[in-house]
């Protein structure tokens, strides 16, 4: 497909358990960046690469999350030991340019973390 | 700390008027803004922006106003049609990140 994809689209966990959060920006596209969105609320950045260098971190909540783009294509978002408070969804969106203050990002469907 | 603000979390338009949704923000340093467009079960997708050297950009039905001095934005759809129906969301960038808005869910009435 042409857009952003992520998988799974939903996901229950257990508290405590580690989940692995897939994307697939689309092809070409130098930047991608991890969003979380709570109930209620905008998306709130967590990480930001540029081709496979992670080069902001900041909004990460913890060292629990963790984020990779190895080949500078497709991300993995892990969270460890997850917590009732992990919940949400969590949004990728990728970009053309390598600045964020350059471009629209467009973004995938998100994938929705239930933590029990 | 909220950048970027939306105040009013839902408005309902009768189909065929005019919807105007707000935003405000906090950092003058902010020189690009985007409205974002959300269905539910899908991500954001964008819609419109306005860099800060303009106060006005049209898109068809879709413009989107800009008042550096009160650090406001809106953005006015006319006329209104039920597909418009979603979440609204506006955002700015600075630096690597986005932020964005908590929403405005608008429902237009058939």
């Known amino acids: 497909g042409a857009g952003v994809s992520q998988s799974p689209r939903y996901k229950v966990a257990k508290r405590g358990q580690d989940v692995a959060l897939r994307c697939d920006p689309i092809?070409?596209?130098?930047?991608l960046f991890w969003y979380q969105q709570a109930l209620g609320q905008g998306p709130e950045f967590l990480t930001y690469?540029?081709?496979?260098?992670?080069?902001?971190k900041s909004g990460l909540p913890s060292d629990r999350f963790f984020a990779e783009r190895p080949e500078g294509s497709v991300s993995t978002l892990k969270i460890q030991r997850t917590q009732q408070e992990d919940s949400a969804v969590y949004l990728c969106?990728?970009?053309?340019?390598?600045?964020?203050?350059?471009?629209?990002?467009?973004f995938g469907p998100g994938t929705r973390l239930t933590v029990l | 700390d909220q950048q970027v603000k939306q105040n009013s979390p839902s408005l309902s338009v009768q189909e065929g008027r005019i919807s105007i949704l707000n935003c405000d923000y906090t950092?003058?340093?902010?020189?690009?803004f985007l409205w974002y467009k959300k269905y539910p079960a899908e991500g954001p997708t964008f819609l419109i922006s306005?860099?800060?050297?303009?106060d006005k950009n049209e898109d068809g039905r879709f413009t989107v106003f800009l008042n550096k001095s009160a650090k406001h934005l809106s953005l006015h759809i006319v006329p209104s049609q039920p597909g418009d129906s979603a979440v609204y969301f506006c955002?700015?960038?600075?630096?690597?990140?986005?932020?964005f808005g908590t929403g405005t869910s608008l429902t237009v009435i058939p």
């Open positions: 306005i860099s800060s050297i303009k």
């Open positions: 690469f540029q081709n496979e260098a992670q080069l902001d």
């Open positions: 955002a700015a960038p600075s630096g690597n990140q986005f932020y």
């Open positions: 950092n003058s340093m902010f020189d690009y």
């Open positions: 969106a990728s970009s053309l340019e390598s600045s964020a203050s350059v471009s629209a990002q467009y």
């Open positions: 092809s070409g596209h130098v930047s």
